[in-house]
């Protein structure tokens, strides 16, 4: 089973933005993400289209189970 930890901000612009972080540790909690957003909102590291993060709107962790019928 793969997992997905979903990380979505708007930009100052309003631009909805989503990082990935692939196969997250067990034992997140919503206080310890919600702190990692903020920290990644205040570091100011990612631009997109000229407008840094600037609000977190949620995260959360999606799974997904992949069945391999055939390899070729």
Do not use: C, W, Y
């Amino acid at each position: 089973m793969a997992k997905v930890l979903q990380l979505n901000f708007s930009t100052a612009a309003g631009k909805k933005v989503m990082l990935t972080v692939d196969e997250p540790r067990v034992d997140l909690t919503a206080s310890a993400v919600e702190t990692a957003m903020q920290e990644i909102i205040a570091s100011g590291v990612f631009i997109v289209e000229g407008s840094p993060l600037e609000t977190s709107k949620g995260a959360r962790i999606v799974e997904r189970n992949v069945t391999e019928l055939a390899q070729g």
